[in-house]
């Protein structure tokens, strides 16, 4: 349920998600980042980045990525056979190291086990099947969902709710504040096609939308 609280008076008034994605569009925030914002080379690398990404600085998740290119052990097959301590030792800089390698080894061996491949897991996964991994709430889920399988997620993070509750929104739950966004981005899929001036996937504005809300955060201009 939503609420609406004291708004801070730098802020436009907005009333919904839709208005919020003008806001942040105007601010220009994703010229020097990917299309689909989430850097990274593959697919694959995203599915790893969303689980070292938890509860740790973007930058220390970039360290561990290279760490784990360097060792070649960015596959599934990879990560069920290195081993545990070269594995821990790799992703040291994004901290949980011990609870990190031992779920996300355990996760490539259980989309060998239901899916076979990496791109059939994309092609089929669902929520249920993500939130049923130890390691995996509903951020995470939407992260690998959003941005690695190209689904119609949207993300809302702590960093979401942060910014909507600067615009007077408090929601009661993360499933609550994620129907929000993507109602209003629904709801005026038209208009937004209009504004953008071509035609974007709804996956591709939920990608942008949730990278403009990280960038406009990071950038302190609360
Ligand atoms: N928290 C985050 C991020 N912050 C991020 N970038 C910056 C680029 N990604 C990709 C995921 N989670």
Redesign the pocket.
């Known amino acids: 349920m939503q609420s609406l609280t004291k708004v801070n008076k730098d802020f436009p008034n907005i009333s919904s998600s839709f208005e919020l994605l003008k806001f942040l569009k105007d601010e220009n925030l994703l010229e020097k ?1 990917p299309e689909f ?4 080379a593959t697919d694959f690398e995203i599915l790893i ?2 689980i070292l ?1 938890q509860n740790t ?2 930058t220390n ?1 970039e360290k561990s990525l290279k760490n784990l290119k360097k060792l070649n052990a960015l596959s599934l097959e990879a990560l069920c056979e290195i081993d545990l301590d070269i594995f821990i030792q790799a992703i040291t800089p994004s901290g949980f190291k011990n609870q990190k390698s031992v779920r996300i080894k355990q996760l490539a061996k259980n989309i060998l086990e239901d899916f076979s491949s990496f791109e059939n897991f994309c092609d089929n996964v669902s929520k249920e099947w993500l939130l049923s991994q130890k390691g995996i709430g509903l951020e995470t889920a939407d ?1 690998i969902l959003c ?1 690695a399988c190209h689904k119609e997620f949207m993300v809302v ?1 702590k ?1 979401t709710q942060r910014l909507v509750s600067n615009f007077g929104f408090e929601f009661e739950s993360y499933e609550d504040l994620q129907a929000w966004c993507e109602y209003g981005i629904n709801e005026n899929f038209d208009k937004i096609i209009e504004l953008y001036g071509y035609e974007i996937s709804l996956n591709k504005l939920f990608c942008r939308f949730h ?1 403009k809300i ?2 406009f955060m ?1 950038s302190n201009k609360l």
Do not use: L, N, Q, R
Request: overall charge neutral.
């Open positions: 980042h914002w989430w850097p990274s980045g969303a990404t600085k973007w998740v992260a941005y993070d960093y990278g990280i960038e990071k």
